[in-house]
Structure formats: structure tokens, C-alpha cells
């Protein structure tokens, strides 16, 4: 199972919004709604921003947003904050049964 | 409150053993699936295995599969990875993580322990 396909890196400016995209396959993110994404900060456990394509855990600021468009899922954060600088990975389920992660995108606030 | 801890990590040499642990607290550990999710230093996050409340459903990625075990003792509200014949690129942070809705057996891992680090070197 090939590891799902994000941008290396992506900036922005305090209060700008960006989006990160998360590339798969019909027999990943194409064909399911289990798709997650994660933030993750140096030295950190994974958080939990995003779940089932566009659901928020509580507790999560509504300025992260999720979607889905066939193949592709896309990770939005709107009012850039200096909090929101880490490392963000997108995962789904496959239809092996098992989970795959994305590349990992590193969100740098300038 | 909601907790993973894991333990058992260390150094080890190629083609040895070793036993990590997971120990939940704050939740019926019986009723959720359980996941091992790795990184490798300076690399990004890897899914290695997930196992069902009651252990009928097992899964492994290709990279560890006839090399790892994943277990649970649910009345120990444990979770376990055997893991053997151990590669010097299984070197990483190991953590474990809850499927986020009781009963299912996929889904997003909404609760993370703070991993241990498993080296294989010489």
C-alpha cells in the first residue's frame, strides 16, 4: 500500500487560508468516508482535526475544514494562526482493510 | 481521563525481539479497536497494525506481516506488539491509538499515547 500523496510544504501568512491537498486511489480515499487528517507537533503525538472527511472532534477550532472530490482529499485552515505551524498527515482506510497514511505536509507560518 | 501509555521500547540488535505494551485507563478498553502506528526519526507516520475489541479482526501492514503479533488483554486493558526478526529500518517511535467509535473496527484514531522508541542497531 502506497502511503498517500501531500505537498512536502505549504505557508501562509497570519490570518490567510490554506488548503493541503491528500492524493489517494478509488481503493482508498476515493472509496471511502473514513478519511482523517492529523496535526502533529515537533516531538508530539498525533491530534486528531478531522474525521470522516469533514467532521470535527470537539474541542477542535472550526477553522479546520474537510472535503473529499473523488480521488483527492483536501485539509482547509482559514485565520492562519502561529499555533496552526506543524506537520499535518491525512489518512484513510483501504480496501485491504488496513489504513494508510499520507506523505505528511509541514505548515509553515511566515 | 482518557490515556494510552506505552512501554517497553529500547535498543536491540538486527534480528532480535521485543515487546511493546500499551496500558489504556479512563475508557471500557473492551470496546474499542486498537491500532500500532509508527515513525521512523525525522519521517512521517506509518499504520503497522489494528486489532478488533475481541480480537476476531487482525491486520498488519505488508512491512511488518510474519514478523509482528498484535494482541490485547482486554481484563488488563492492554494492548501488545511482538515483534521479531527486527530490521534496522523497524527503528522508530511505536505508538498506540484508539479507533474513534466504540464497537467499529475502522475509523479515525482519536486518542494517542505518547510512544516509545524501539532502536535496532548493532
Known amino acids: 500500500q502506497s502511503a498517500l500523496t501531500q505537498p512536502a510544504s505549504v505557508s501562509g501568512s497570519p490570518g490567510q487560508s490554506i488548503t493541503i491537498s491528500c492524493t489517494g486511489t478509488?481503493?482508498?480515499?476515493?472509496?471511502?468516508?473514513?478519511v482523517s487528517w492529523y496535526q502533529q507537533h515537533p516531538g508530539k503525538a498525533p491530534k486528531l482535526m478531522i474525521y470522516d472527511v469533514s467532521n470535527r472532534p470537539s474541542g477542535v477550532s472550526n477553522r479546520f475544514s474537510g472535503s473529499k472530490s473523488g480521488n483527492t482529499a483536501s485539509l482547509t485552515i482559514s485565520g492562519l494562526q502561529a499555533e496552526d505551524e506543524a506537520d499535518y498527515y491525512c489518512s484513510s482506510y483501504t480496501s485491504s482493510s488496513t489504513c494508510v497514511f499520507g506523505t505528511g505536509t509541514k505548515v509553515t507560518v511566515l | 481521563e482518557v490515556q494510552l501509555v506505552e512501554s517497553g521500547g529500547g535498543l536491540v540488535k538486527p534480528g532480535g525481539s521485543l515487546r511493546l505494551s500499551c496500558a489504556a485507563s479512563g475508557f471500557t478498553f473492551s470496546s474499542y479497536s486498537m491500532n500500532w502506528v509508527r515513525q521512523a526519526p525525522g519521517k512521517g507516520l506509518e499504520w503497522v497494525s489494528s486489532?478488533?475489541?475481541?480480537?476476531?479482526?487482525?491486520y498488519y501492514a505488508d512491512s511488518v506481516k510474519g514478523r509482528f503479533t498484535i494482541s490485547r488483554d482486554n481484563a488488563k486493558n492492554s494492548l501488545y506488539l511482538q515483534m521479531n526478526s527486527l530490521r534496522a529500518e523497524d527503528t522508530a517511535v511505536y505508538y498506540c491509538?484508539?479507533?474513534?467509535?466504540?464497537?467499529?473496527?475502522?475509523?479515525?484514531?482519536?486518542?494517542w499515547g505518547q510512544g516509545t522508541m524501539v532502536t535496532v542497531s548493532s
Open positions: 491509538a484508539r479507533v474513534k467509535v466504540e464497537m467499529a473496527t475502522i475509523g479515525a484514531f482519536d486518542i
Open positions: 478509488s481503493s482508498d480515499v476515493g472509496g471511502y468516508n473514513y
Open positions: 486489532i478488533s475489541s475481541s480480537s476476531s479482526y487482525i
